[in-house]
Structures are given as C-alpha cells and as structure tokens.
C-alpha cells in the first residue's frame, strides 16, 4: 500500500465517519457489507449468476441467513426505519472496491463500491439523510 492508498482510505473513513454521526440525526438506517449484512440485493439486483454460484446457498429471499441479519433488525430496536432498498451489501464483498463475485456480476461489488454507491444515491436525490 502506498502513501496514496493510505490517504484515499483514511479520507473515505472519515468520510463514512461523518455521514454515520451525520445520519444518526435523521431516521433510516443504510447497511453495507458481505453475506452476514445482504438482505437479499445479491440475487434482487445482481441477478440470479451471484445466487447460482457454485458453493452459494442462498434461502428462498435471496439472504445467505436462515432468518433475518442483524441489518434487518437492528433498526427496528433503534426506532430507525429500514426497507430492502436501504441495504447495499453484497454476498461476497470484499473491504475494498472488489469482491469474490465481480466476474459473475460484471461489475465490483466490494465494500468501498457499496459506499459509493451510496454516496451517488445522496447526491442524486434517490436516498437521504435528514428526516423526513
């Protein structure tokens, strides 16, 4: 790692940091990840290649649980809201911008992605961080 991976990464750290502390002000909860936090957006939006995979098991919704992840239930004991489209971790993710499925998917699905993601999410108007 290089004195710019460093930076880039200690940058989206604090990055994340802040929208965490920023999104504790409004009321929906967002989830990031691999398997033990996908609510089932890996066969959802990903298509049935990441679920098919071999050595993959996931239930009839699509989760690599036998029940509901913590990301699904922490919510509700915190009195934020969540819904499927709030969650954007995916089976198999890696912590940086890869993971082990990006071949079947075409397109990288690591945990630095998922943040992406929703940083553009923000941006566009599609998710929100202030109450409703």
Same mark, same amino acid.
């Given at each position: 790692?290089?004195?710019?991976?460093?930076?880039?990464?200690?940058?989206?750290?604090?990055?994340?940091?802040?929208?965490?502390?920023?999104?504790?002000?409004?009321?929906?909860?967002?989830?990031?990840?691999?398997?033990?936090?996908?609510?089932?957006?890996?066969?959802?939006?990903? *298509?049935? $290649? +990441? #679920?098919? /995979?071999?050595?993959? %098991?996931? @239930?009839? !919704?699509?989760?690599?649980?036998?029940?509901? &992840?913590?990301?699904?239930?922490?919510?509700?004991?915190?009195?934020?809201?969540?819904?499927?489209?709030? *969650?954007? $971790? +995916? #089976?198999? /993710?890696?912590?940086? %911008?890869? @993971?082990? !499925?990006?071949?079947?998917?075409?397109?990288? &699905?690591?945990?630095?992605?998922?943040?992406?993601?929703?940083?553009?999410?923000?941006?566009?108007?599609?998710?929100?961080?202030?109450?409703?």
């Amino acid at each position: 790692m290089n004195i710019t991976d460093t930076r880039v990464r200690s940058i989206l750290i604090a990055g994340v940091l802040s929208l965490s502390s920023y999104s504790a002000q409004g009321n929906s909860f967002y989830s990031f990840g691999d398997s033990l936090t996908d609510n089932g957006i890996s066969v959802r939006e990903l *298509g049935a $290649a +990441i #679920g098919n /995979a071999p050595g993959r %098991y996931p @239930g009839a !919704d699509g989760k690599f649980t036998n029940g509901s &992840t913590w990301a699904e239930v922490l919510p509700g004991l915190s009195g934020l809201a969540f819904s499927d489209t709030n *969650g954007y $971790a +995916i #089976g198999g /993710a890696k912590s940086g %911008y890869t @993971g082990f !499925d990006d071949a079947l998917v075409g397109a990288p &699905t690591g945990f630095l992605t998922q943040i992406e993601k929703f940083s553009s999410d923000v941006v566009s108007g599609k998710k929100s961080l202030s109450k409703n």
